[in-house]
């Protein structure tokens, strides 16, 4: 793609490969250890909640940090920050030491995503903007598929510690190409007085985009999530699948996801009505962690099959093909959603010239849910059922898309006053 052929974009999608092949790697991984420590779905739920408590304590101040100061050196402790996580991961010996690298991996994986979408956002062309973001989240998506995919095997063929060494080499390849490529202080063009401080926290409060995106973003996150963790530790635990099958069907969703975005992303800059495309991906994604429990009436309905996989004969249980068949249509969804959303929120900050802040408010209004929806959704799935719990994750998304729709109006650019010397 011509986008790959420019040397900032080329090393910003670096920090997305890193960032999301490591982030799925460690989802199936996390399958593991529930099984390894036979742990209950609340502990299983802390572990998304202790990646995204770190995250919603620092996403304000970060952001602020990052639309005044040199994102580079951002991206680049980010970057060596998630490598010292694969080192904590390669050594765990208890639930609680699972639980302390996901706050350090949240930390990192913070760093990484503020930082790269903002600088994504702000050297764009305005006119390809949602190209930009879009190609950006799809090398994402594709990374997740690998790491999906590859993380599944090599953790099934050779442990822990060697999956962990391959993360920590991707990413110390990414930083060289931030540090050799991207230019110095990409971004940051804001004063500081003034940018992603509590007035500028209000002035894009007083934005019905961005309450409407916000309260959004709260129920999604709640309901996402607990798709996210849950969905391979379901796989595991209780039909007993090996990561490499895992990995595949979490590589459903990506697969369709990386396919689509960046196209999708384009559709949206010629097409405009960016909110339709908001609403439609979350209903979808609805649909789709609705479907996720059907896979205990799959014996009868789909035939086991046996195939040859990472050069192991592997045999595919019935309620593979369901839950790939769900996770593939949540791919979809978020291909619709993503990009529209996320130009939203880029607009919506250009014009108090804080990028870095808007996007924080996505960012904490997604913590938040993040926060609550694992842990809330694995203790309900103690108490209740399978059933119950996935439901409980598609409702939320549901009732969040009818608000958004609800919230949402068109208006204006606000008028600026003039700086000094203008």
């Known amino acids: 793609m011509r986008l790959l052929q420019d040397r900032e974009f080329l090393a910003l999608a670096g920090t997305a490969f890193a960032r999301s092949q490591a982030y799925s790697t460690i989802a199936i991984a996390l399958a593991l250890y529930a099984d390894v420590f036979s742990t209950?779905?609340?502990?299983?739920?802390?572990?998304?909640?202790?990646?995204?408590?770190?995250?919603?304590?620092?996403?304000?101040?970060?952001?602020?940090?990052?639309?005044?100061?040199?994102?580079?050196?951002?991206?680049?402790?980010g970057l060596l920050l998630n490598v010292f996580v694969f080192v904590g991961f390669a050594f765990v010996e208890s639930v609680s030491h699972v639980i302390l690298m996901r706050v350090f991996q949240g930390l990192g994986a913070s760093l990484l995503w503020i930082t790269g979408s903002t600088v994504v956002g702000e050297i764009s062309p305005d006119e390809e903007r949602g190209q930009w973001l879009g190609t950006y989240n799809q090398v994402g998506a594709f990374?997740?598929?690998?790491?999906?995919?590859?993380?599944?095997?090599?953790?099934?063929?050779?442990?822990?510690?060697?999956?962990?060494?391959?993360?920590?080499?991707v990413t110390i390849v990414a930083a060289v190409g931030v540090f050799s490529f991207l230019r110095d202080d990409p971004g940051g063009q804001a004063d500081p007085e003034e940018a992603t401080g509590v007035e500028t926290l209000r002035q894009l409060l007083g934005r019905s985009a961005i309450r409407a995106l916000v309260v959004f973003r709260l129920g999604l996150s709640f309901g996402k999530m607990a798709v996210i963790l849950f969905l391979p530790i379901y796989a595991r635990t209780r039909f007993g699948m090996s990561p490499v099958l895992v990995g595949g069907i979490l590589a459903g969703g990506k697969l369709t996801k990386s396919l689509t975005q960046g196209y999708v992303g384009a559709y949206t800059d010629r097409l405009g009505h960016h909110h339709y495309f908001v609403f439609v991906g979350a209903l979808l994604y609805a649909v789709g962690a609705a479907l996720i429990p059907l896979a205990e009436f799959a014996v009868g309905v789909f035939p086991a099959m046996h195939v040859a996989l990472a050069g192991r004969a592997t045999t595919l249980p019935a309620a593979?093909?369901?839950?790939?068949?769900?996770?593939?249509?949540?791919?979809?969804?978020?291909?619709?959603?993503?990009?529209?959303?996320?130009?939203?929120?880029?607009?919506?900050?250009e014009h108090f010239d804080a990028v870095a802040g808007s996007l924080s408010l996505r960012s904490i209004a997604w913590k938040v849910g993040q926060v609550v929806g694992p842990v809330t959704v694995g203790a309900l799935w103690d108490a209740t059922s399978v059933f119950v719990a996935f439901a409980t994750a598609g409702a939320f998304i549901a009732v969040a898309a009818l608000a958004f729709l609800s919230l949402y109006r068109v208006e204006p650019a606000p008028e600026r006053a003039p700086a000094a010397g203008d």
């Open 40 to 77: 209950t779905g609340t502990v299983e739920g802390l572990f998304g909640t202790a990646f995204a408590l770190v995250q919603l304590i620092i996403v304000l101040p970060l952001g602020r940090k990052i639309d005044t100061g040199n994102a580079k050196r951002y991206l680049l402790a």
């Open 143 to 169: 990374s997740s598929l690998a790491g999906d995919v590859v993380g599944g095997i090599l953790l099934a063929t050779a442990g822990f510690t060697l999956t962990y060494s391959v993360l920590a080499g």
């Open 320 to 349: 593979f093909f369901p839950l790939f068949l769900a996770y593939a249509v949540c791919g979809v969804a978020d291909s619709i959603r993503l990009p529209a959303s996320m130009a939203l929120f880029v607009e919506e900050g």
